[in-house]
């Protein structure tokens, strides 16, 4: 269930009837290669968690989601044209109070379905989760994909982090959104094995820096729609874990 495709007396009815989980989707506008879309992290965002709020509701838990937080903190893209980036201390104050809003309507836990892993995007999501625990407003979910142990479930490129607009998000983007891929572009890229997270601890801040002057890392040209499928089941497995965690 979409929070804004509902009247209010549906969701008014769907918190009555006993705990719900909103989930929020949190991506980008930011260059990803030649091949996909500035909002491709908003998409990907939004599969991962119909795919959670999916499997909750086969597990018995009410699930909603919420409209999308296509803005974030993008300064590794910022060169690019097309990147629209924020303050990180906008992006954790915004989480904070529609997490207010979310617990004064009754939600039992908020989880994060997040898809944009620029350094400051991860640390304002961590400051904004840390906020709301130690307030005790509401439970809060977030399945840190940057953190070894679920990454390792994404396979061998994310894990090695070099996914940018790479074969992970790529076959993500295959499978939920082809229209927005243009193939043609995506299978003459060379594989660019260069990883984001070895730029960052090396002191590199841009795309430029890294090496990604296209704004892609990774290996485009072997992503798949069969593969992105398997990922954002994954993806929502995650998520739905992390929720039930939460939920003890």
């Known amino acids: 269930m979409n929070w804004q495709e509902q009247s209010f007396t549906k969701l008014g009815a769907a918190f009555d009837a006993g705990p719900v989980v909103a989930v929020l989707p949190l991506g980008a506008v930011e260059a990803h290669g030649p091949h996909l879309p500035v909002g491709t992290d908003v998409w990907i965002a939004e599969a991962m968690a119909r795919a959670g709020a999916e499997k909750l509701g086969k597990e018995g838990l009410s699930a909603v989601v919420l409209p999308s937080l296509a803005y974030a903190p993008a300064p590794f893209a910022n060169a690019h044209p097309g990147t629209l980036s924020i303050r990180p201390e906008t992006l954790t104050a915004l989480v904070v109070d529609l997490a207010s809003a979310v617990a004064a309507r009754g939600i039992a836990v908020l989880a994060l379905a997040n898809a944009h892993f620029d350094p ?3 640390a304002a999501l961590r400051k904004a989760v840390e906020e709301l625990r130690n307030s005790g407003r509401l439970r809060v979910a977030f399945p840190d994909l940057t953190r070894r142990r679920l990454a390792e479930r994404l396979g061998e490129e994310f894990r090695s982090g070099a996914c940018h607009a790479g074969r992970y998000e790529s076959s993500i983007l295959l499978a ?7 193939d043609a572009a995506r299978l003459r890229l060379p594989s660019l094995p260069v990883s984001l997270v070895e730029a960052a601890g090396r002191g590199e801040r841009t795309f430029v820096e890294a090496g990604l002057e296209m704004a892609y890392c990774g290996d485009p040209a072997a992503a798949s729609a069969e593969e992105g ?3 954002v089941a994954e993806l929502g497995a995650i998520l739905a874990e992390a929720v039930q965690a939460e939920l003890g």
Do not use: H, I, M
Request: no cysteine; net charge neutral.
């Open 120 to 122: 400051a995007q991860v």
């Open 229 to 231: 499928r398997v990922l």
């Open 176 to 182: 939920t959104r082809p229209d927005l891929v243009d």
